[in-house]
């Protein structure tokens, strides 16, 4: 009815979900962790979280190893379509091939209209010990505070593309030249 | 030796502790939680923080609502010197008189050099549903985000003092002119 | 229709909870634990209990501390009703009285039909280090594997009264000879 | 020097580790769960055990689904020789192969000294939602309440040896001939 106060305005922020380690879960029978099916409201419902109302699009479900071409380019293609109806975008994607998508989306988008933060996680949020949670926190913040682009934010820190590749021996994302220094 | 690659260096944040839920551990003759010892460290070991070198100073470990005038003016104090050294510093800060140092630092430091981030919990660290770790790893992503100033960081939300309260029915921080309306 | 296969029986255990430590839970306005609802059924729900079915009456919920001799006979009285048509009876009680609750038992039931086993936990179940899944756990086997008689099953032993009293500094029960010979 | 009171006694218990999921960690890198190193140390650490005095054995680390002939024949013999010096022998085992294993100890030894219990769990200790604490808690208690013996605890039950076999659908174990009548 009235006009609400002046900074208790949320955030609308889409949450597209692409499947990757951060969902993983452990099937007894055989033994192994897959990807069958969403466990990040579960982690959604653990946080408390005032500063954004999420939409969740759930695009797809699958380790990110076994993205194809297409898939990459769907992922690209949806975020700028929330992009254009949202104040940021959160992707939640399996980080092997996070780079790949992180990219993509920042030639499609080479001036966004909001920022679009992919994040993921090195091991299960079904693990005790896991990122998964640290990553997806950092994620909802991150897509609040920072400027317009596509970044990626895991492991408390933040950073932009283009030019961000997954350093396989830190187990964490680096800008390219700091991996290739590394290993020179 | 050689000069390090750009995009490697990490942030030197001061972690000032104060006390509060946060750290509050539970005493099993008493029934009761109490701040007793620090639960910080345990609390930092289980985030992977490759964004921040952390420097602790344990500076105070009560209950905010037993903190006197001498102690916020000496937090603030202890914070103006860390801010001089540091690129950052994060307080730990029982919330409910969280925002009483908040607005005495941002007195003292109307023009930081660096952003100064508060955090706490209402649910302290020991429990298994607890805002903790993920109002921590908040503070210590926005501490690199913000631009100078001082804030408080909690719940998914970063408000900047000075005209930040801790909203009793609400459990978390909103401005005062929200609080405010809410209560009007 | 058919008969069962040997085997598959489960026992018709009776759950009596009373309140105490176990289920204590947080209260994030006043900062304290307290016997407000109970958290039994998340608990069961964590475990895998095949041996048993369990029926649950919800006797009192409070901290045994404050239990009035009444409140004590209450407790005696149903755990005979309830031996009187299950295959045991397992209460959930606070540790500081459990001895009151269980030598009322035993001497109400000199000769009992079934395994009556105590339990409860120096460290309420929100904690994330919390003894009561341990405590619960092993009264839960120990209705099963026990002759009939009043028990208090905790911290991996089992003991039958009377005789069986709390030891405040080593926080666990023993038999009464052996806290007074530690305490000669 | 002088005598220790009655009921102060701990139980001298052989814990066997051979590996299995209870066991399993998760490889960041391979993204799967491996039979790495003991855990047990760190599961025991959280239990807090007041009626045994554990021995560890570690005589194997491996999926039970790779034993030999010969692992389980070393495995009988191991445990028959713990029997022989201890109040009794827990084996953490694969739940694969877990009967295999306890058929051979019960062949070995129709008529053992002590409890011999062995335990295993569906789903690692890594996972959150692990059967693996529960399933020890339940045979190191089991190990001290049980006739001599040879058995399986496991998700609230304990079961005699010969005659018990792990159902695949129900993810437990079972009498043999629950098994065939529950597939008849």
């Given at each position: 009815m009235t006009e609400r106060p002046r900074g208790f305005d949320k955030k609308r922020i889409s949450l597209v979900s692409t499947g990757g380690t951060i969902e993983k879960t452990y099937d007894a029978h055989s033994g192994v962790l897959a990807?069958?099916?969403?466990?990040l409201d579960l982690m959604l419902a653990s946080l408390e979280l005032r500063g954004v109302d999420i939409e969740r699009v759930s695009l797809l479900n699958k380790?990110?190893?076994?993205?194809s071409v297409e898939d990459h380019e769907r992922i690209a293609r949806t975020v700028r379509e929330r992009a254009a109806v949202s104040d940021g975008v959160v992707v939640v994607h399996g980080t092997d091939r996070l780079s790949v998508s992180g990219e993509r989306c920042a030639e499609l988008?080479?001036?966004?209209r909001v920022p679009v933060v992919f994040t993921g996680a090195m091991?299960?949020?079904?693990?005790?010990?896991?990122?998964a949670l640290q990553n997806l926190t950092e994620a909802l913040l991150a897509v609040q505070l920072c400027a317009p682009g596509v970044y990626v934010a895991m492991h408390n820190v933040v950073l932009r593309f283009p030019g961000v590749v997954k350093d396989l021996e830190l187990g964490t994302f680096v800008r390219r030249e700091v991996a290739e220094a590394l290993r020179a």
């Open positions: 990807n069958r099916e969403s466990i380790d990110s190893l076994e993205m988008m080479p001036d966004p091991r299960p949020y079904e693990l005790r010990a896991s990122d």
